[in-house]
């Protein structure tokens, strides 16, 4: 990949991290206003992680490639 390519795909990606962070951050919320239980807000916790953690991991593989 030319770096240009690399360079939208990074931007690309930190965007839907973002995104998912702020979702996190919404379920987070709505679990401290006490709308959601415990098991809820830790399931939604491990999927926003999970994906956050996955989104990284390609962000760091494209910039050693650069």
Sequence with gaps: ???EKIENEI???NSIRS???RDLKEIEKRYKNRE???KTF???KRK???KIEK???KIRKLEEEI
């Design 11 to 13: 931007k690309k990606l």
């Design 48 to 50: 926003y992680m999970s």
């Design 1 to 3: 990949m030319n770096m």
């Design 55 to 57: 989104v990284k991991e």
């Design 36 to 38: 959601i239980s415990d």
């Design 19 to 21: 995104i998912f962070q």
């Design 42 to 44: 830790d399931k939604h």
